[in-house]
C-alpha cells in the first residue's frame, strides 16, 4: 500500500492505493463468450467512454434514480445526519465524482472521510476537490475493489462508523452476492455503525424500461460500447450493425435486463478465438435489480443489519435506508 499526502491543499488528503487488480479483460471476455449462455460483466462497461456515457445516462429525463436519489439526500439530508451522528468516521463506496456526499457533508461534519473507489485517477481528483470546498475535513481516499473483502487504512475505533453506498449500485450484484457484500460492510463498522444506502424500487414496467431504453439512445450506446471496447483492446471483430441493445424487466427476478442481441448468424473473432452467434441469440451484460422496501430489508437482516429508518419520494421510486449494524465486531 503507497500513502502519500497531496501538499498543494490546506489539510492534508491521505491517498491510499491497494492497487486493485486490473481485471484480466481478456480471459474475462474469453470465459465470457465460451458459456452456453453468454454473458459479461457489468464491470467492463467503465473504461473511459463508458464512463462518460454512464454520467450522461444519469442527466437523462427517462433514468429517475440519480435525480430523485439527490432529492431525497436535499430533503431529509439533516435528519440522515442526526442518524448517521457528527464526527464519524464515514466511508464512501464507490464514490466517483463524490457528487452525492457534497449534498450530504455540510450536515454530516464526519471526522474523517474515506471515499473508496477502483479508478484512481477519478479518486485522487474529486478528492482533492472535495477537500478544497471542505477545508477541515480529514481526507483519507482508498484506491480499492470494494466487490472484494479490503481493510481500511485506518485502525481507529475512536469515532463512531458510518458508510454510504449511494445509487443503488447494490442493485448490480446478485442478491447473494449482495448479502456477502453487505456482510463485509458490516466487519469494517462494527456494530451499531451504520449504513445509508441507495436503493431502486420496484414499479410500473413502463417506467422501468423506459429508463433503460431512453429515446436519445444513450443507454443503447454504453452497453454497445462493451463491443467497441472488445474491439479496441482485444482485438475483436465484432460487427456493431449486427447486434443492438435491447433492456426488459424480468418481473419474476425482480430486475432489469440488458443484452447485447445478434441479429442475424454470425461468427466472430476475438483475440483468436471464434465465436458463433444465432440469429436473436443474447450476450448478458447487466442485472440491476429492484427492492420493495421490505424486499430489501429482509436482505439487509440476513446480512446482520436492522432497518432503521426509510426515506422515499413522493412516488415512491427510490428509497435511501438508514440500517444499523447488530453484528460482532470481527478482527479480520
Ligand atoms: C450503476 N448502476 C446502478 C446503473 C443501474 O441502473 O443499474 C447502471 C446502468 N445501466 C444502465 N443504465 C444505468
Redesign the pocket.
Known amino acids: 500500500m503507497i500513502s502519500s499526502t497531496d501538499p498543494t491543499t490546506a489539510n492534508p488528503i491521505y491517498f491510499h492505493d491497494y492497487h486493485p487488480t486490473p481485471s484480466d479483460l481478456r480471459a474475462e471476455v474469453l470465459a465470457g463468450l465460451a458459456q452456453p449462455r453468454k454473458q459479461l460483466s457489468?464491470k467492463l462497461?467503465y473504461d473511459a467512454e463508458g464512463s462518460k456515457l454512464?454520467d450522461a445516462?444519469c442527466e437523462l429525463p427517462e433514468?429517475y434514480?440519480t435525480r430523485t436519489e439527490i432529492a431525497i439526500l436535499r430533503e431529509h439530508g439533516a435528519e440522515m445526519a442526526r442518524r448517521l451522528g457528527r464526527e464519524a468516521l464515514l466511508v464512501e463506496l464507490g464514490s466517483g465524482s463524490s457528487l452525492k456526499i457534497r449534498v450530504l457533508l455540510e450536515a454530516l461534519q464526519p471526522a474523517v472521510y474515506m471515499p473508496v473507489d477502483i479508478s484512481s485517477e477519478h479518486l485522487q481528483r474529486s478528492a482533492q476537490a472535495l477537500a478544497a470546498t471542505f477545508p477541515k475535513l480529514e481526507v483519507h481516499a482508498v484506491c480499492a475493489d470494494y466487490s472484494t473483502p479490503f481493510e481500511l487504512p485506518v485502525d481507529d475505533h475512536s469515532h463512531p462508523r458510518a458508510a454510504f453506498f449511494p445509487?443503488?449500485?447494490i442493485?448490480?450484484f446478485e442478491p447473494a452476492e449482495a448479502e456477502q457484500l453487505l456482510r463485509r460492510v458490516g466487519t469494517i463498522l462494527g456494530p451499531e455503525g451504520r449504513l445509508l444506502i441507495g436503493v431502486?424500487l420496484i414499479k410500473d414496467r413502463a417506467r422501468l424500461e423506459r429508463?433503460?431504453n431512453d429515446a436519445a439512445g444513450v443507454?443503447a450506446a454504453?452497453?454497445m460500447n462493451l463491443l467497441s471496447r472488445i474491439n479496441r483492446e482485444l482485438d475483436g471483430k465484432f460487427d456493431l450493425a449486427r447486434f443492438r441493445h435491447e433492456?426488459f424487466f424480468n418481473a419474476e427476478q425482480g430486475r432489469?435486463e440488458?443484452h447485447l442481441l445478434s441479429t442475424c448468424d454470425q461468427d466472430v473473432d476475438v483475440a483468436g478465438e471464434t465465436f458463433s452467434f444465432r440469429e436473436g441469440e443474447t450476450i448478458h451484460t447487466?442485472c440491476?435489480h429492484k427492492y420493495s422496501v421490505e424486499g430489501f430489508h429482509a436482505l439487509a437482516g440476513r446480512a446482520g443489519f436492522q432497518p432503521e429508518q426509510v426515506w422515499t419520494d413522493p412516488k415512491q421510486l427510490f428509497s435511501v435506508h438508514c440500517l444499523v449494524h447488530r453484528g460482532t465486531l470481527a478482527t479480520e
Request: aromatic share 22%; glycine share 10%.
Open positions: 457489468p462497461f454512464f445516462i433514468y434514480p445509487g443503488s449500485s442493485g448490480n431502486d429508463a433503460y443507454t454504453f452497453n433492456a432489469i440488458m447487466e440491476s
